[in-house]
T-cell receptor
């Protein structure tokens, strides 16, 4: 079974630019989550999709972040415009049932300079 | 007070040693508890779920004390391959909320 795939693995962008991260969940997993870890902090929840619907977006830091999951398959997380404090590792995870059996992707390491 | 608190370590132990990690959580209504393992620059991977009755998986034993809001992980007969960061993870309750709350992790180095 293929795991959760994230692309790109690394991204370096300038402050003010736009970046789009992509996550392909395990096939058949309706639940998809985004988390991030900024330097020196714990991993924090961003949002949760069930199929194409946003179940919980309480962790999204501000309106510069936009997540989509068209068709309930892959998801994108766009940061526009990027700020220095957005640097960190963005993890995607998926699960068949909510709150059970999360599988994380290997993450996208974002550096804003 | 942080939602999930862990001793950051590092814990440096010789092979074969027994090591214990502790974690406290602030939300008394939390329902689900986990230990994840994260290798350097890798994604977190589920090590084990934690139940009130305690549970064991080979060399690993997890315990939950709801009254004290305390979770523990015991590793017996440490192997070099156990070197990693161990994350205490809690799912706070809430209708429709399935987000995980992570501690910052405890770093373990097992030394030959």
């Amino acid at each position: 079974e293929a795991g959760v795939t994230q692309f790109p693995s690394h991204s370096v962008i300038e402050k003010g630019q736009t970046v789009t991260l992509r996550c392909d969940p395990i096939s058949g997993h309706d639940n998809l989550y985004w988390y991030r870890r900024v330097m020196g902090k714990e991993i924090k929840f961003l949002l949760h999709f069930v199929k194409e619907s946003k179940q919980d977006e309480s962790g999204m830091p501000n309106n510069r972040f936009l997540a989509e999951r068209t068709g309930g398959t892959y998801s994108t997380l766009k940061v526009q415009p990027a700020e220095l404090e957005d640097s960190g590792v963005y993890f995607c995870a998926s699960s068949l049932l909510a709150n059970y059996g999360y599988t994380f992707g290997s993450g996208t390491r974002l550096t804003v300079v | 007070r942080k939602e999930v608190e862990q001793d950051p370590g590092p814990f440096n132990v010789p092979e074969g040693a027994t090591v214990a990690f502790n974690c406290t959580y602030s939300n008394s209504a939390s329902q689900s508890f986990f230990w994840y393992r994260q290798d350097c620059r890798k994604e977190p991977k589920l090590l084990m779920s934690v139940y009130s009755s305690g549970n064991e998986d080979g060399r690993f034993t997890a315990q939950l004390n709801r009254a004290s809001q305390y979770i523990s992980l015991l590793i017996r007969d440490s192997k070099l391959s156990d070197s990693a960061t161990y994350l205490c993870v809690v799912n706070p309750s809430g209708a429709g909320s399935y987000q995980l709350t992570f501690g910052k992790g405890t770093k373990l180095s097992v030394i030959p």
